[in-house]
């Protein structure tokens, strides 16, 4: 029956500055709410500071206060508004679609995650949501009548981790927290580390760029091709053997990042078959003694 199971693949991206140029907040709300980015990213940084807090936390918290200032919409639906115009770097629209046909004629189940410190709503509201079997990121929590409040859920870049485990076991739903500590031997595991590709653009995500690299899986730094001075602390990375590979974030077909993925695919079904192959001849060769 085993035989027969497809193979997991799944490919784990950051948001900003991996899939997306820039921060999300910065493409419309920002600026509605009169704000330069710097401006408003020095403000929360500030309030962090000053508050011995969480960096996710008081950027929430000073959006909900500007758009309370500026009397904006604060509903679900006004956020993904602000989602919608978001663009892409070159390639993405069509990468998951090929990604999954590639996989596929490779006997593999592609499937794509998100981890981002960004806001969920947000990205709920891009052209490229559909493509994700599930987007963890932060939230806001909502009133009776549907207003945000404050914040929900805020992911920062070591709380990263925890959906990585949770991808790893099978424990998608946030309200369980059973599935996500329990003891589960690591055969068992829905999609096995080495099964897993993650793709990040920082700082922020060496975490699991390590943790995701040291369970065996591949790890990918990515950098903005508009601004090719950031190869150079994407290169350190690799210096560090903190990630697999280093490319810009194009992912248009024949791209250094598309090769290099079609290679990984390759790897993992390679594996696949290798261990189908051994349980096959175990099963074959008779009894000894
Ligand atoms: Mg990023």
């Given at each position: 029956m085993s035989e027969t199971k497809p193979t997991p693949l799944v490919f784990i991206y950051d948001f900003d500055g991996t899939l997306a140029p820039g921060e999300m907040q910065e493409h419309s709300f920002i600026p509605a709410v009169g704000m330069k980015s710097r401006a408003f990213w020095k403000q929360s940084n500030d309030l962090a500071r000053e508050a011995h807090g969480d960096r996710i936390l008081l950027y929430m918290h000073l959006m909900l206060q500007e758009a309370m200032l500026h009397s904006l919409r604060r509903s679900r639906e006004a956020f993904r508004e602000h989602g919608k115009g978001i663009s892409f770097f070159p390639g993405v629209e069509t990468w998951f679609q090929r990604i999954n046909r590639e996989g596929g004629k490779r006997g593999l189940e592609v499937k794509h995650y998100v981890i981002s410190s960004g806001l969920l709503e947000m990205i709920e509201g891009t052209?490229?949501?559909?493509?994700?079997?599930k987007v963890f990121a932060s939230t806001f929590l909502y009133d009776a009548d549907g207003v945000a409040v404050g914040p929900a859920l805020a992911i920062n870049y070591t709380t990263k981790t925890q959906f990585l485990f949770r991808i790893n076991k099978g424990a998608l739903d946030l309200a369980d927290d059973t599935t996500v500590n329990a003891y589960i031997p690591k055969q068992d595991r829905a999609v096995p580390f080495e099964n897993m590709v993650y793709i990040g653009d920082g700082s922020t995500d060496i975490p699991c760029f390590r943790l995701v690299r040291e369970q065996g899986g591949t790890s990918v730094a990515v950098y903005d091709p508009a601004k090719p001075a950031l190869e150079g602390r994407a290169a350190k990375l690799i210096d560090e053997q903190r990630v697999d590979f280093v490319a810009a974030a194009d992912y248009g077909e024949g791209s250094p990042l598309d090769e290099f993925m079609r290679a990984v695919m390759d790897a993992v079904a390679a594996r696949a078959r290798q261990r189908t192959l051994a349980r096959q001849t175990r099963r074959k060769r008779p009894a000894l003694g």
């Open positions: 052209r490229i949501y559909p493509e994700f079997e």
